[in-house]
């Protein structure tokens, strides 16, 4: 199987495409044949990871040594520094944008929905746990168990009542099977964009349209595409520092950078490698996490027919979440209902 990969050396990050091969737990051995600079170049490496089709996962508590470049996991893949800063981290990033307000909009939306409301891709809970609190019964679902595992946390920080109506699950949003209907399906913050190819995505609609209640809504937020940052290949990224927060198991400050940036144009992705940096008393770099973002954009048009050939109706659009109408480079918020048979 050939997988582009990326490889972020400790002073010399560099871009290498590999052929390789392997499968189940244990080594795959790949040759470089990219241009990297320094060592790596022409040289042969082994890499230990986990294979299931088109994803690449890693064994997150084996120490695997990878001569020269540091593991780079998926994001939140690894119960580090990136899922336990992702609270502040998320609050910092989503003040004064268009994500701002998020939470009130579906705590409103979920007031008019009768039944229980899913989140798909709930992370640690930061909407499902505020419409929990707002008197919603909610199922939050997710992929990583370090996210979940954060949202579950918080169980001991609310009262029995809120508790009880809040229940975790971890699952694929691209399929899952649940024993119930909803009157409201939520994909907050950009989720529904770590789906990565089209045809999951259309799965993962169809799942949601399964599992809606009879007048049943979904809400799906994702970013709406500024071309300027959309150029093909390598660039320096927009926004590199993204700010610091505290480690709440450390205590320690962590500091968040994105020092690489890869735009794939055919695709609609781009691949960011974040790196997250402890420090230590003496304000020094004690240790670094890089975690690969990699997120799907979507064109306005091109999402309102994939609704529309998913069997859904679009009841609302706007561009933020104080309801204003869609906007170039905000946000695009749908929501859809299941068009009725014709
Ligand atoms: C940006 S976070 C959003 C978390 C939360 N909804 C919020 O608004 O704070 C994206 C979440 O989607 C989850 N996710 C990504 N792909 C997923 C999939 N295929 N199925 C379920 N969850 C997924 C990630 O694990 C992560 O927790």
């Known amino acids: 199987m050939a997988l582009p990969f990326e490889l972020v050396g400790r002073d010399q990050p560099g871009q290498v495409g590999g052929a390789w091969s392997g499968d189940g737990w244990g080594e795959a051995s790949g040759r470089c044949c990219g241009s990297v600079a320094g060592r790596l170049a022409g040289s042969w490496w082994t890499i230990a990871g986990k294979i299931h089709g088109p994803r690449l996962t890693w064994p997150a508590a084996r120490?695997?040594?990878?001569?020269?470049?540091?593991?780079?996991?998926?994001?939140?893949?690894?119960?580090?520094?990136?899922?336990?800063?992702?609270?502040?981290?998320?609050?910092?990033?989503?003040?004064?944008?268009?994500?701002?307000?998020?939470?009130?909009f579906y705590i409103e939306e979920a007031k008019r929905s009768p039944g229980p409301v899913l989140e798909?891709?709930?992370g640690t809970g930061r909407v499902a746990w505020a419409l929990a609190a707002a008197g919603a019964e909610v199922v939050g679902l997710d992929l990583s168990r370090p996210m979940l595992d954060r949202a579950e946390a918080k169980r001991v920080d609310v009262p029995a009542e809120v508790a009880a109506r809040m229940h975790f699950q971890r699952g694929d949003m691209i399929d899952f099977t649940l024993d119930r209907r909803f009157g409201l399906v939520l994909i907050p913050y950009r989720a529904f964009q770590a789906l990565t190819d089209p045809h999951d995505q259309r799965r993962c609609l169809a799942a949601i349209r399964r599992h809606l209640a009879a007048g049943g809504r979904l809400i799906l937020d994702l970013f709406d595409p500024r071309l300027n940052l959309l150029?093909?290949?390598?660039?320096?990224?927009?926004?590199?520092?993204?700010?610091?927060?505290?480690?709440?198991?450390?205590?320690?400050?962590?500091?968040?950078?994105?020092?690489?940036?890869?735009?794939?144009?055919?695709?609609?992705?781009?691949?960011?490698?974040?790196?997250?940096t402890e420090l230590d008393d003496h304000g020094e770099a004690a240790r670094h996490e890089d975690d690969r973002l990699t997120l799907r954009w979507a064109y306005r048009w091109e999402m309102r027919y994939l609704l529309e050939l998913s069997g859904y109706l679009i009841?609302?659009?706007?561009?933020?979440?104080?309801?204003?109408?869609?906007?170039?480079g905000n946000e695009q918020v749908y929501v859809a209902r299941v068009a009725p048979a014709r």
Request: a negative charge; aromatic letters at 10%; one cysteine or more.
């Open 63 to 104: 120490d695997y040594a990878l001569p020269v470049a540091e593991r780079i996991l998926a994001f939140y893949e690894r119960d580090g520094l990136n899922v336990r800063t992702y609270d502040q981290r998320v609050e910092q990033d989503i003040a004064g944008t268009s994500v701002e307000g998020d939470v009130a």
């Open 120 to 122: 798909l891709g709930c």
């Open 231 to 276: 150029a093909p290949g390598r660039a320096a990224p927009s926004s590199p520092d993204r700010g610091s927060a505290r480690d709440p198991l450390s205590g320690r400050t962590v500091t968040m950078e994105v020092v690489s940036r890869e735009v794939d144009v055919r695709a609609q992705c781009f691949h960011e490698v974040w790196r997250f």
């Open 315 to 328: 009841e609302a659009e706007y561009s933020d979440f104080h309801r204003s109408p869609p906007a170039y």
